[in-house]
């Protein structure tokens, strides 16, 4: 048995580092959203520190997952829908970062019956919406969609300003909207803000693990 971390929305924090240091054999998962913080700060500090996360993930690739958030893909596509604290003088550095190293990053990430994203993955968005097969690697899918899945993993639901009775994607779905969770798998996401890791299982042998409380200190651990 080894350990898994995962490390829910950075937003500039440097607390990644004392926790990483804590598990130094452990496989980590980042769950996304690395730049656009809550309270003041140094953008040359919050920039240093998206550069020490992906020299980190340099350092250890075998052992590193760094999953793209709805807040980072705004800094990479100018197309994509701008995220609240979206900072233009952060925009031309933080996509420079993100576009050099896009191969060090990902959408999703499945070791056995355990799913990564950054927001999660309703059953109803998955099946209808971008068309998965529930019996082929999900995260292989989703990191491999096709020209029109891929469209469908930036859906941005009701619950967060879209479209009226639209589910939202793996980037921007609202913990409103993940009431029946991917049937079968175990998920671990940030993007929906909490107090401490929030654990929901659901009558489909489905569970949803929300992560989003690193600014408490707190992240998910466990063995496979």
Not at 59 to 88: F, S
Not at 106 to 131: L, P
């Amino acid at each position: 048995m080894s350990n898994i971390i995962a490390i829910g929305d950075i937003h500039g924090s440097a607390e990644w580092r004392n926790i990483v240091k804590e598990n130094n054999d452990a496989m980590v998962v980042f769950l996304g959203d690395y730049l656009d913080p809550y309270g003041p700060y140094n953008r040359y500090d919050i920039l240093n520190n998206l550069a020490d996360i992906i020299e980190y993930k340099r350092n250890n690739m075998q052992r590193v997952v760094l999953l793209l958030g709805n807040h980072d893909l705004h800094y990479i596509n100018y197309d994509i829908q701008i995220c609240t604290r979206y900072n233009i003088k952060l925009a031309e550095v933080a996509g420079l970062l993100f576009n050099y190293n896009f191969n060090l990053f990902q959408y999703a990430y499945q070791i056995n019956n355990i799913v990564f994203t950054h927001a999660g993955i309703s059953h109803q968005w998955f099946e209808f919406d971008f068309k998965g097969d529930i019996n082929r690697n999900i995260a292989e899918q989703l990191n491999n969609p096709t020209n029109e899945q891929l469209v469908k993993l930036f859906q941005i639901g009701s619950a967060r300003g879209g479209g009226l009775d639209i589910k939202g994607g793996i980037f921007w779905a609202d913990s409103s909207e993940l009431s029946d969770p991917l049937h079968g798998f175990t998920q671990v996401v940030g993007h929906n803000r909490v107090p401490y890791i929030m654990e929901f299982k659901y009558t489909n042998d489905n569970k949803i693990i929300f992560c989003d409380c690193l600014g408490d200190g707190m992240y998910f651990k466990t063995n496979i």
